[in-house]
């Protein structure tokens, strides 16, 4: 970046953007919407810069899911901005979304549980037109266990390696930001730190990852930015690191 | 009652039927599976089909199997153009509406084949064809070849499915559409693929059950029962299943007249039918849930 486009750089001043000067690659300001008439999400701000992970933590309900299928265009979106690589994404079909280099991997129902584990990369690699081998290389050397039963159904897999298949598939593609909801949830501690292990190599790697988690503690602790999201609306934001100092967030969010 | 009078008049006139419905199963499951709705309009289209290679056969003077391919054709044409006049038009609505379309649509597409061709009953080729006696077995070349193409035909969407990108995207479609959707599968082009599909299957059973027997008006509608229970039978959504679904009730169809009254065949399908959804609604292979 040269140091004219540094000094063209917005200086706003309550907010998270300032500390962290990267190139923004999600910016959600004042979204609101929802599945039916009423507006769960109360105007959501959210920022991720590249190569960071920010992580989402809040009560059941608080609107986390909705805020991830707000960005993939899945429930009405009636005010604000979300705004991808520099363009305003709202009202986009999945599919342009996909192209526009941001992969999500929904909480329940993320794998094709009738097709191989082959076969669910292969979809993921869908809109691509070439070669796809040195995607699915990729993938296979961050998960090796699935390269092992690549030919099984991802339905008959446990847990942690539908985990991984559901995440195989969204990394096909390339994107430069992906979604994670919940990917930990009803996970073995081992699978647990080994998917937050891969989290945190991906964006080692480059790419700039939006987590939601309910291991709260233990996701703000390597994240670098986390939003705490309660009845549809930001509550908190901060360094991971300040998140859990603080001691209201503590107390309400996180279990003392 | 010998072996192969069993094998003769019973079996293989089952094997037979069983391929056709087989034909008509497949392409319902299909539905089933990817559009999520119970096709009520499949057995009229099996009707268009066959009518339509009676059309090439009696305008070109060629053989029927050479009308077959363009019968096909105008059936893959005539679903997708259903599709987007009709169903699709209907998608966000509830899919009891779009069940009930096709009932309309069944009766529309009856009404054009008693328009054009008239109410009675019509053949491909006149005279009698006798069955010639391979090993003891008496057959057709019209049956052996029914078996055959069923088993074809079947067999090369079944590798489409496997193997080809669009194959798999529609069994990605039927298995998790949400998450299809996500991968940038657009589900227009999923839908038009599998509506042309259906109608090539549509086609080929109501060509082959004319052939094999006399074109009606009413012939593909009353295959409706038998081939819904043959394809909920395999399990909904399960092209293999549909396949061993049709063969069993067309060999139940033509077996059942050894214990009960003739009258009472068509019976069979709807018994079948109600025996699966109460002993294992999954049907044989395990499908999706109706
Ligand atoms: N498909 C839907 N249709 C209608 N309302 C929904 C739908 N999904 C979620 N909601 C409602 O939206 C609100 C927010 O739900 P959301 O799933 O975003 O919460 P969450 O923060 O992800 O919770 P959790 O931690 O349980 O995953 C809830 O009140 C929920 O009942
Ligand atoms: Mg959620």
């Known amino acids: 970046m040269t140091s004219q486009a540094i000094a063209e750089q917005p200086m706003s001043k309550n907010s998270v953007q300032q500390k962290y000067s990267g190139k923004p690659i999600l910016t959600m300001t004042g979204v609101r919407g929802g599945y039916g008439d009423a507006d769960i999400l109360q105007g959501v701000d959210m920022q991720v ?20 299928k707000a960005i993939f265009g899945l429930l009405k979106v009636r005010g604000g901005s979300i705004v991808v690589n520099g363009t305003d994404i709202a009202g986009w079909k999945p599919n342009r979304i996909v192209q526009h280099g941001v992969c999500y991997v929904p909480q329940v129902n993320n794998i094709f549980r009738e097709m191989t584990i082959h076969e669910n990369l292969e979809m993921g690699a869908f809109l691509r037109k070439g070669d796809i081998s040195e995607s699915l290389e990729r993938v296979y050397t961050l998960f090796p266990d699935l390269k092992e039963r690549r030919s099984a159904l991802a339905g008959n897999l446990s847990g942690g390696q539908r985990q991984m298949v559901a995440m195989g598939r969204a990394l096909m593609l390339n994107p430069s930001l992906l979604l994670l909801d919940e990917p930990t949830a009803g996970l073995s501690p081992k699978y647990m730190e080994q998917i937050f292990e891969i989290t945190r190599n991906l964006r080692d790697a480059g790419l700039s990852i939006l987590l939601v988690e309910q291991h709260a503690k233990q996701a703000l602790a390597f994240a670098d930015k986390g939003y705490v999201l309660a009845a549809g609306s930001n509550r908190h934001e901060g360094t991971g690191q300040e998140l859990l100092a603080d001691r209201e967030v503590a107390e309400m969010f996180l279990g003392g | 009652m010998p072996f ?60 029927p199997w050479v009308a077959l391919p363009v019968a096909m054709v105008v059936c893959a044409f005539m679903a997708i153009g259903i599709d987007k006049l009709f ?103 999923i839908t038009m693929l599998t509506w042309g599909i259906v109608g090539i299957l549509c086609a080929a059973s109501g060509f082959f059950l004319g052939i094999n027997t006399e074109l009606k008006p009413l012939m593909g509608w009353t295959m409706l029962l038998p081939m819904f229970a043959a394809a909920i039978l395999g399990g909904v959504g399960r092209v293999e299943g549909a396949v061993i679904g049709g063969l069993i009730v067309g060999i139940a169809e033509e077996t059942s007249v050894l214990f009960i009254p003739g009258e009472y065949k068509a019976a069979m399908a709807f018994a079948i039918l109600l025996l699966i959804l109460l002993v294992r609604p999954t049907g044989l292979l395990k499908g999706k849930v109706l």
């Open chain 2, 87 to 189: 169903y699709d038009y209907l998608s966000e609505r509830p899919k009891i509406i779009v069940v009930m379309s096709s009932l309309g649509i069944a009766l529309m597409l009856r009404a054009v084949v008693q328009v054009v061709w008239g109410v009675d009953t019509e053949t491909y080729t006149r005279g009698i064809v006798r069955p010639d006696d391979y090993w003891g077995i008496r057959i057709r070349d019209r049956e052996i070849y029914t078996i055959i193409a069923m088993f074809v035909i079947v067999g090369v969407l079944w590798a489409f499915l496997q193997k080809t990108k669009w194959g798999k995207a529609m069994r990605a479609m039927s298995d998790n559409p949400d998450l299809a959707l996500l991968s940038g599968v657009d589900n227009r082009k």
């Open chain 1, 49 to 68: 810069t590249e190569q960071e992970i920010v992580v989402i933590v809040g009560p059941n309900g608080a609107g986390k899911s909705t805020a991830m």
């Open chain 2, 4 to 63: 192969m009078e069993f094998v003769n008049f019973y079996l293989m006139p089952g094997i037979v039927l069983g391929s056709i419905y087989a034909l008509g199963a497949v392409g319902i499951t299909l539905v089933f599976g990817i559009l999520r709705f119970a096709h009520l309009a499949h057995g009229d289209l099996a009707t268009l089909g066959a009518f339509a290679a009676l059309g090439v056969v009696t305008i070109f003077g060629v053989s």
